[in-house]
């Protein structure tokens, strides 16, 4: 088992930027796939970012150019830098640890809310 715990979310107008932050209990991030994903109420969620094991990232194309996925080894820890944020940017977002093998989630934080106000 492994223990996510997010912050960062808030309430920021339209064009601002949020940085998401994910601690993680075990298993060295720098060793470990991660992802940031999203969800609203009643919607499938979908994947934002994701970071593999040699620092390979993905990128969902409504967010190319905007955010950016990293880790920090230091400090066990993942990032989702959200500039020129947008209003259909407002969800709920959850960072996972992900399979490597598959690319799966496996473990959720419990989610951080950004809100987006135009």
């Known amino acids: 088992q492994v223990e996510l715990v997010e912050s960062g979310g808030g309430s920021v107008q339209a064009g601002g930027s949020l940085r998401l932050s994910c601690a993680a209990s075990k298993y060295a991030v720098s060793r470990s796939c991660r992802g940031w994903y999203r969800q609203g109420p009643g919607k499938d969620g979908w994947r934002v970012a994701a970071?593999?094991?040699?620092?390979?990232?993905t990128y969902a194309d409504s967010v190319k150019g905007r955010f950016a996925i990293s880790k920090d080894s230091a400090k066990n820890t993942l990032y989702l830098q959200m500039n020129s944020l947008k209003p259909a940017d407002t969800d709920m977002y959850y960072c996972?640890?992900?399979?490597?093998?598959?690319?799966?989630?496996?473990?959720w934080g419990q989610g951080t809310q950004v809100t987006v106000s135009s």
């Open positions: 970071v593999f094991t040699l620092g390979g990232t």
């Open positions: 996972a640890a992900l399979s490597c093998s598959t690319g799966y989630p496996m473990f």
